[in-house]
């Protein structure tokens, strides 16, 4: 039995081998040359304290090495492994992976060590180990709460251990153009929320997310997604992404500092975190949709109006676009409840029509960028809810969208170069995603 055990896994290995050489998709191709290239880019980028990356294609599943003793040998069994269905019961996954044990069955139902069992949620993958007569010698499962559920035969009984399983870290890439919006543009390339609106507050001191996004503007982003045995349980990191917005093109690459902290800079090492934010709208599925007429921005004759107004819907939350002490919060004639922020070197900015003003938000508090200091409303002389917003330097209004915004910290100078020799090849896997995603939809049409 010990010789057929190999054979199968030999089997599998072939087989998924062969797939791959026969039919190459362009998503496979990315793999293959992302894998080319990757170990000396994106990865250079993670310092030393990061978790392990493995490359993008390999998918393997671990098995245990056959002992090599005879009496281990005699007990070892086959290993199969099948995702769990719509619908499933424990015993039906189990009748399917060939295992014909009552004892064992009557174990995993009734077994409070057994209880992460029953969050069968399809998808997931279940593997055992059973003699040739089908009784179970083992079983493994990752529960929802992302821990190894191992199960074992320990003479007429079974034991049951859970243990926190190691996530992996795969890098994924996205390529996308805005046509509607940018979640559109997001779901369409296959990008989970939580890096779209990574992105977004990646570009936010450079790119207003709520009314700057054009048809036709396009992204790419490279990005970190944990696995536990193969499943995806969530998104990491942006290790490098680039924006190009109304034609000129933004890149941001990641940098992890010894301390853990992680910032983004432009392939020179000048920050992307500016000292404001281009918006004091907080962006999200909602506020995202330059289409849907609804929430269209209200752009008004700048030079008359002394500020931008964000149409938006009634409770729609608002942020400080730069870290402020707070001079005046209340109500104010035709700005209804409205709050007035003073930053750094004379520049200060003021949201009016507010619905309501952050408990925290008090004259004389201090509140940092993006920070949720107020929701949006119609109080005072507003026809709409919308956000009125105005930016000053010293007593002069000035348009937000076009004043040259002072920027925040750059990267210190010792770290310069490591990080210019990472960056280099990440902008390299940019350029590639871009490239293979027009050959993708060149090949597509
Ligand atoms: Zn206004």
């Known amino acids: 039995m010990i010789t057929l055990k190999p054979k199968i896994l ?29 170990g000396a880019a994106a990865f250079g980028l993670v310092a030393n304290t990061a978790p392990e990356i493995i490359p993008v294609r390999v998918i393997r599943l671990d098995l245990p090495r056959p002992a090599v003793s005879v009496v281990a040998a005699e007990a070892a069994g086959f290993w199969r492994e099948d995702r769990v269905r719509r619908g499933d019961t424990i015993g039906s996954v189990l009748a399917r992976l060939g295992v014909d044990d009552p004892v064992a069955l009557l174990f995993l139902r009734t ?27 083992n079983l493994r499962f990752v529960t929802g709460d992302n821990e190894r559920l191992a199960i074992r035969r320990d003479g007429d009984g079974f034991t049951a251990e859970t243990a926190a399983a190691p996530a992996n870290i795969q890098l994924k890439m996205a390529v996308g153009e805005i046509r509607s919006s940018l979640f559109a543009a997001a779901d369409a390339a296959g990008l989970p929320d939580a890096v779209t609106l990574q992105m977004a507050d990646v570009f936010a001191g450079d790119i207003d997310f709520y009314q700057d996004l054009r048809r036709g503007d396009r992204f790419a982003v490279v990005y970190e997604m944990r696995y536990v045995d193969g499943e995806p349980i969530g998104a990491g990191r942006i290790v490098a992404a680039e924006f190009e917005n109304r034609g000129r093109t933004i890149r941001a690459f990641l940098w992890r500092g010894e301390d853990g902290g992680e910032n983004y800079y432009a392939q020179d090492g000048a920050p992307l975190r500016k000292a404001f934010l281009r918006s004091p709208m907080e962006f999200s599925r909602v506020t995202s949709g330059f289409s849907n007429a609804r929430f269209h921005p209200i752009l008004q ?19 400080a676009t730069g870290n402020a002490k707070v001079t005046f919060a209340g109500k104010q004639n035709g700005y209804g409840n409205v709050i007035e922020l003073r930053h750094q070197g004379a520049f200060s900015t003021l949201y009016a029509h507010l619905s309501r003003i952050a408990p925290q938000v008090r004259s ?82």
């Open 10 to 38: 030999a089997q599998s290995v072939h087989a998924s081998a062969r797939r791959t050489a026969r039919a190459p998709t362009v998503g496979q191709w990315l793999a293959v040359a992302l894998f080319g290239i990757s």
């Open 111 to 137: 077994s409070p060590s057994a209880r992460p069992l029953y969050q069968l949620r399809p998808g997931k993958p279940l593997t055992v180990e059973t003699d040739d007569d089908g009784r179970l010698i």
């Open 301 to 319: 004759d700048w030079r008359a109006h002394k500020g931008v107004d964000y149409a938006a819907p009634t409770g729609t939350p608002v942020r």
């Open 364 to 445: 004389g508090a201090r509140v940092a960028q993006g920070d949720v200091i107020g929701y949006v409303g119609q109080t005072g002389w507003a026809t709409g809810p919308h956000l009125h917003y105005e930016f000053r330097l010293g007593s002069e209004q000035r348009d937000p969208l076009t004043v040259a915004l002072p920027s925040g910290e750059p990267l210190a100078p010792a770290h310069r170069l490591a990080f210019a020799e990472r960056a280099a090849p990440a902008a390299l896997q940019l350029v590639l995603a871009r490239q293979l995603s027009s050959a993708q939809l060149a090949s597509s049409e």
